[in-house]
């Protein structure tokens, strides 16, 4: 469970975004954290690589040095790869949440930095999901709820639709 100590730290109220890149390009990404005035992107995958071009880590932190917004990796926040891949296999999202909070429990220094960087900064966790609710952040976001007044948004990066426009829609 998580440590005592992290509520000492939480005397102001503070406001933790979130955000998933999934159907993105990184331009439409990076104009999301700008309007929302984020500072820092926290990467909270166990593993920040990706098939979509400018979301690996490296790319990636490139892409916000020159947006100047700074990039973090916090791995101990990633959902490890075994949770992960049973979570693929049955798609049982009550278990994953049990194992994943399961996990969390063991990683308070990282929730603990979590929480001092996120007092100092605008934030945003990221990951690959377009869906927080069925992404491990919104689970990273509960555990600092439970010990500490946070105020949590979940942005999206939501692209047009090419056939859509002024008076039409999709059906």
């Not at 690996?56 to 916000?64: G, V």
């Not at 929730?111 to 605008?122: F, M, P």
Request: glycine share 4%.
């Amino acid at each position: 469970m998580l440590r005592a100590t992290l509520t000492p730290h939480c005397v102001a109220s503070m406001t933790l975004m979130t955000i998933g890149y999934e159907g993105a390009d990184i331009h439409t990404f990076t104009t999301v954290l700008k309007v929302n005035n984020v500072t820092t992107l926290i990467d909270v995958r166990e593993l920040p690589l990706s098939r979509k071009k400018n979301f690996s880590k490296s790319a990636l932190a490139a892409a916000m040095e020159g947006s100047r917004i700074s990039y973090l990796h916090l791995r101990a926040l990633g959902c490890p790869r075994e949770i992960r891949n049973d979570y693929h296999a049955d798609g049982n999202w009550r278990l994953y949440s049990k194992r994943f909070n399961a996990y969390l429990g063991t990683q308070v220094d990282a929730l603990d930095e979590l929480q001092s960087i996120c007092r100092l900064q605008n934030c945003c966790l990221v990951c690959f999901e377009a869906d927080y609710r069925r992404c491990h952040r919104s689970l990273v976001t509960a555990a600092l709820t439970r010990t500490c007044h946070v105020k949590v948004e979940h942005l999206t990066v939501r692209r047009p639709d090419p056939v859509e426009g002024p008076g039409l829609a999709v059906a």
